[in-house]
């Protein structure tokens, strides 16, 4: 299903054009317009997802291939040195366009990019009860 609003839908499906560097039935890779490094792109399923949380399984079980068969790519052309995948599921976490989207982002020596994350300063013990939480 597509939704009217959404412009990643129009992208996707080709209503508006992008800069794509692959299609198949399911999906389109194409280059971000606001790239953090050469490359960087997105792969954007035809059908409209908001993010993860609600994205078909049959869907999401193609993502990670793809962006497996992309990076190939891209070695390939762009000879990157190293590579980060990025997907953002709401706002608090940086989503800005609701259309599950995965980022691509070829990384290269001294590109001055930082997508590192730093450590939120849970303990040990912290950590346990964290685990508690989660398991039981
Ligand atoms: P996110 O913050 O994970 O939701 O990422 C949204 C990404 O979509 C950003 O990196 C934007 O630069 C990119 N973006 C937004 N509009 C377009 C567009 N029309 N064409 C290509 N990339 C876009
Ligand atoms: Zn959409």
């Not at 997105?42 to 908001?50: S, T």
């Not at 390939?76 to 990025?86: A, M, P, R, T, Y």
Request: some cysteine; glycine content about 8%.
């Amino acid at each position: 299903m597509k939704k009217d609003d959404c412009i990643f839908c129009k992208l996707a499906n080709g209503e508006i054009p992008t800069n794509t560097i692959y299609e198949d039935n399911d999906f389109r890779v194409f280059l971000d317009a606001a790239p953090a490094t050469k490359g960087h792109c997105l792969i954007v399923p035809k059908e409209h997802f908001d993010n993860l949380e609600s994205l078909d399984e049959n869907i999401a079980s193609g993502v990670m291939p793809l962006a497996k068969k992309m990076m190939k790519l891209l070695k390939e052309k762009l000879n990157w040195d190293g590579f980060n995948i990025v997907q953002n599921n709401g706002e608090v976490a940086g989503q800005t366009v609701f259309h599950f989207h995965t980022h691509l982002i070829p990384r290269y020596k001294g590109d001055g990019q930082d997508l590192v994350m730093k450590p939120c300063g849970l303990s040990d013990d912290d950590i346990k009860g964290v685990l508690k939480e989660i398991v039981s």
